[in-house]
């Protein structure tokens, strides 16, 4: 194809007698990048290799592994990742976060309050949690060591609902592998002798 051919004689002479070096392949990515940004449509986008591996990879953070909404009191956890610091130390969805590094987070910003939560790994945070979110519930100080923490695809706990235990199985998204995830927990739930199983696809 002789258009074909144009564009990768451009490269090769671009590369070759350029003032300073270029990479043959990186010529090649914005060449695509051109080709695909000329379609001007917003949902199109060219991704790099490294970009690629980027995207399809679980978001990953150094931390104690929860997701966290943030109350006037301090932060309220939503969610506690399977085999996660938070999890092997115990921590529960719905309790509330009121200090951290022995600092009250009443009246810290939420990016405040989770900056002293997270931190480099294998550095200890020492946290106060409280056992409810409405200000009545009994207090505790846990010591977590903080790890790189790669968000789960599943995610599982159990609760009590009317007297009624039961797993809860949170799915993130529809990908590779994630049915093996989800057996897993589930599993883990029947384990713990739950009287039901609720999935949350979100």
């Given at each position: 194809n002789h258009s074909t051919l144009v564009v990768d004689?451009?490269?090769?002479?671009?590369?070759?007698?350029?003032?300073?070096?270029?990479?043959?392949?990186?010529?090649?990515d914005a060449s695509i990048t051109g080709v695909v940004k000329s379609l001007g449509d917003r949902f199109s986008h060219y991704l790099t290799a490294s970009e690629f591996n980027e995207f399809n990879s679980p978001p990953h953070f150094a931390g104690i592994g929860v997701v966290v909404n943030p109350v006037k009191r301090g932060l309220v956890i939503a969610r506690v990742f399977d085999s996660s610091p938070a999890s092997r130390a115990g921590l529960k969805a719905g309790e509330l976060i009121i200090a951290a590094a022995g600092r009250k987070l009443s009246g810290l910003s939420s990016d405040a309050s989770t900056s002293l939560i997270r931190?480099?790994?294998?550095?200890?945070?020492?946290?106060?949690?409280?056992?409810?979110?409405?200000?009545h519930g009994q207090t505790r100080n846990?010591?977590?060591?903080?790890?790189?923490?790669?968000?789960?695809?599943?995610?599982?706990?159990?609760?009590?609902?009317?007297?009624?235990?039961?797993?809860v199985v949170a799915l993130a998204e529809f990908s590779p592998g994630a049915h093996g995830e989800v057996r897993e927990a589930v599993e883990r739930q029947l384990h713990e002798k739950v009287r039901g199983i609720v999935f949350d696809l979100d």
């Open positions: 004689e451009a490269i090769e002479r671009v590369a070759r007698d350029y003032y300073r070096p270029i990479g043959v392949s990186k010529l090649s931190g480099q790994p294998g550095t200890d945070v020492l946290l106060r949690i409280e056992s409810g979110a409405s200000g846990v010591k977590i060591t903080r790890a790189t923490v790669s968000e789960p695809v599943v995610a599982s706990a159990s609760q009590t609902v009317d007297s009624l235990k039961l797993g």
